[in-house]
Each structure stands twice: as structure tokens, then as C-alpha cells.
């Protein structure tokens, strides 16, 4: 009988702290998930809108550099190879192109309200740029108009050449 109470009690004492152990790990199980789904917003922010945002922002730079560096070209007086002056109008459009699709929807992307303001400015500083740019295309078309009548040279040439000096 007194084998019976003993193995009985250490049967009740081992399911009593069974118990007890799975409920502490279900807690801490429960308690551990909450930090976890922050830390996978977190990661998912920092791995989607960020990344997202800095890739749009790095192309955006990319195509300003393309377009500067093909008006540059272009501004070259001595430059008559029509084809490489074609290209590089070419290469200015598409540049353009790739700024307003990296920008599109750039402001959907979970921006904090410093990155908003931050991006507000840039779009605005972005269209007087753009602005300045094709000013100096309407010149350089002026130009395009000359160099296709064969004039390479002359007060007209000069005069629209330093304009588009002057403006790039």
C-alpha cells in the first residue's frame, strides 16, 4: 500500500510538473511572438521600401548623370556625326524615361514624414531641373537645325552654341 501511495504521488508529481513546464513554454512561446512579427515588420520594411526606395533614388541619379553627360556631348561644336548626335538625343529620352518610372509611385513606398518632405523637395527641385534641361534641348535642336542645313559656323551658330554653353 505504502508502494502504492509513493508511486502514485510521483506519478501525480511528475504529470503535475509536466504541466506546469508546458505551460511556461506555451507563455513563453506566445510572449516570444509578438517581438518576432515586430522584428519581420521591421525586416520587411527595411528590406522592401527602403531597398525599393534607394534603388529608385540611385536610378533616378543614374539617368541625370546619362542626360548630362549626353547634352555634353552635344555641346561639342566640332561633334557633326549626325548618328552619335542621334544617339545621344536617344539616350537622353530613355534617361528621362527610366527618372519618371523610378519616381512613379516612389511616395507609396511607407516613406516616414521626413522622407516625405525629403522627396517633396527633390520632386520640386527635380522639375526646375528638368525645366533648365529642356530649355538647353530647345537650344540644341536650334543647333540640330543649323549642323542638317550644313552650317557649322557664323554669328548664328556662335550665338546659339553659347547659349547652350552658357545654359548646360
Known amino acids: 500500500v505504502l508502494l502504492k501511495k509513493l508511486t502514485a504521488s510521483i506519478k501525480a508529481k511528475l504529470f503535475l510538473s509536466f504541466g506546469v513546464i508546458s505551460i511556461i513554454t506555451l507563455i513563453a512561446g506566445i510572449s516570444s511572438m509578438v517581438p518576432f512579427r515586430r522584428l519581420e515588420t521591421s525586416l520587411r520594411h527595411i528590406g522592401h521600401d527602403n531597398l525599393q526606395s534607394l534603388l529608385r533614388i540611385s536610378t533616378i541619379k543614374e539617368s541625370q548623370s546619362q542626360i548630362m553627360a549626353a547634352e555634353r556631348t552635344l555641346l561639342i561644336r566640332q561633334l557633326s556625326d549626325q548618328k552619335i548626335r542621334k544617339q545621344n538625343y536617344e539616350d537622353i529620352q530613355i534617361a528621362y524615361r527610366e527618372a519618371n518610372n523610378a519616381a512613379e509611385g516612389f511616395e ?18 527635380w522639375a526646375a531641373w528638368t525645366a533648365k534641361q529642356n530649355e538647353l534641348l530647345d537650344i540644341l535642336n ?24 552658357d545654359l548646360a
Open 142 to 165: 536650334k543647333q540640330e537645325e543649323l549642323l542638317s542645313q550644313g552650317i557649322r559656323g557664323g554669328r548664328q551658330f556662335d550665338r546659339i552654341a553659347n547659349q547652350a554653353f
Open 108 to 125: 507609396k513606398l511607407g516613406l516616414t514624414p521626413e522622407q516625405l518632405v525629403s522627396w517633396r523637395s527633390f520632386q520640386t527641385a
